[in-house]
């Protein structure tokens, strides 16, 4: 079973850092890209960052570009997003996310979301 687990999120004040995980099982981690996603309370679904599955590609969105950094660790099945200079505006439920090919044609793949964890920026 294909499972996603996100931790680390938390309260934090304007200007600080926090470091999300997100811990996968069930799958080849390592072949295949992870990406980040974010919602905040009343809004669509905000991508984030993508790692590709040896990480040495990772592309991240224009609004956090700079601040936050996505690495993985093929040999815990993890994935981290750190977070920098956070601002009020960060304030969101943050996902990971991976699709999974269960067969050649393109089309043939899964899509998986872990549960989310909530981080909030306020003073």
């Known amino acids: 079973e294909v499972q996603l687990v996100e931790s680390g999120g938390g309260l934090v004040q304007p200007g600080g850092s926090l470091k999300l995980s997100c811990a996968a099982s069930?799958?080849?981690?390592?072949?295949?890209?992870m990406m980040w996603v974010r919602q905040a309370r009343g809004k669509g679904l905000e991508w984030i960052s993508v790692?590709?599955?040896?990480?040495?590609?990772?592309e991240y969105a224009d609004s956090v570009k700079g601040r936050f950094t996505l690495s993985r660790d093929n040999a815990k099945n993890t994935v981290y997003l750190e977070m920098n200079s956070l601002r009020p505006e960060d304030t969101a439920v943050y996902y990971c996310?991976?699709?999974?090919?269960?067969?050649?044609?393109?089309?043939?793949?899964?899509?998986?979301w872990g549960q989310g964890t909530q981080v909030t920026v306020s003073s």
């Open positions: 069930g799958f080849a981690f390592a072949n295949y890209g």
């Open positions: 790692i590709a599955s040896g990480g040495g590609a990772i």
């Open positions: 996310n991976c699709k999974i090919a269960f067969g050649s044609s393109w089309y043939e793949q899964l899509e998986y």
